[in-house]
DNA sequence: CATGTGCCCTGGAAGC
DNA sequence: TGCTTCCAGGGCACAT
């Protein structure tokens, strides 16, 4: 379920196993997932030393000593599996460092991606050029929400899930940080007071740090047998919780948005 | 430009 | 048990 919090978690999960090592196999075992891996993703990786990992909205960068960075894209199914004791039909790109530890790229649905561009050609990256401000960094603040939004007719729901405006925000926490500020999802964004903007970008601070930090418990018993990345815990308060009573005992409801399932609570949410 | 829709792909869960 | 249907974390192309 890669939101922003597991692109953190695994990103944070690969330090121990990438940082500071060199890549002695790189082998992609497919030759596309959304898009084809690049042609040179091989002879470039192979013998590179990675020298930092990072994020960017959902997208997990890998930096090497030769200047490149490759970035993938978990997408809906995507996941690194570390030290897999077999590799799957899924697993499409397969890394092994010098350390002898191996590192799977597995993606059921190929929804993901992966890229390879320039570190000073970073800004250039298409999917990169129009993402909106980090939500938490510094750029995501009420009064920048109020200008991004101010005269737009458009669902915040559908606003806030808008790479454009905030980059990295998903089903799962735009339900979630909606419900936590007491916002309908259909409120035109644009008509939503300046105050409650304020109190939308505290909620999403709180319940994205929140899942960070879930995500970091579970790296910690990580290292199973199979070494695979967990699922967070599902500590939603309306995400997935159709039916259920909400906190104040009125039903979770759910509607189907752009064919995407949006989860509130009627009552809490206004 | 702003907004809404459909599709990419597979597997797991639920329904019958 | 086995078959069918529904559903899913994202992103993008395309129509209006």
Request: hydrophobic letters at 35%.
């Amino acid at each position: 379920m890669p939101e922003l919090p597991e692109v953190e978690t695994t990103v944070r999960g690969l330090e121990t196993p990438l940082l500071g090592h060199r890549l002695k196999r790189v082998e992609t075992r497919r030759a596309d997932l959304r898009r084809p891996f690049p042609v040179d993703l091989r002879q470039r990786m192979t013998g590179a030393t990675v020298t930092g990992l990072g994020r960017r909205a959902k997208y997990g960068l890998i930096e090497t000593d030769r200047g490149d960075v490759m970035i993938f894209h978990l997408g809906m199914s995507g996941r690194w599996r570390i030290d897999p004791s077999e590799i799957g039909m899924h697993d499409h790109l397969v890394l092994e460092t010098d350390a002898g530890r191996t590192l799977a790229l597995c993606d059921p649905r190929r929804f993901g991606s992966v890229d390879l561009v320039r570190k000073d050609e970073l800004p250039d990256f298409a999917p990169f050029k129009a993402l909106g401000p980090e939500p938490l960094g510094p750029g995501l603040t009420g009064a920048y929400l109020a200008g991004a939004l101010e005269g737009r007719a458009a669902p915040i729901k559908a606003m806030l899930l808008d790479q454009r405006i905030v980059a990295g925000l998903g089903n799962i926490y735009v339900c979630e940080a909606l419900h936590m500020t007491g916002i309908a999802p259909p409120t035109p964004a644009g008509r939503i007071a300046r105050k409650r903007l304020d109190r939308l970008v505290e909620s999403i601070r709180e319940v994205l740090g929140a899942a960070i930090e879930a995500g970091g418990s579970t790296l910690r018993d990580y290292a199973r047998p199979d070494g695979e990345l967990g699922y967070f815990a599902k500590q939603w308060l309306v995400y997935g919780r159709e039916g259920e009573a909400c906190r104040c005992g009125a039903p979770v409801l759910r509607r189907v948005d752009g064919g995407r399932s949006t989860f509130y609570c009627a009552k809490c949410q206004k």
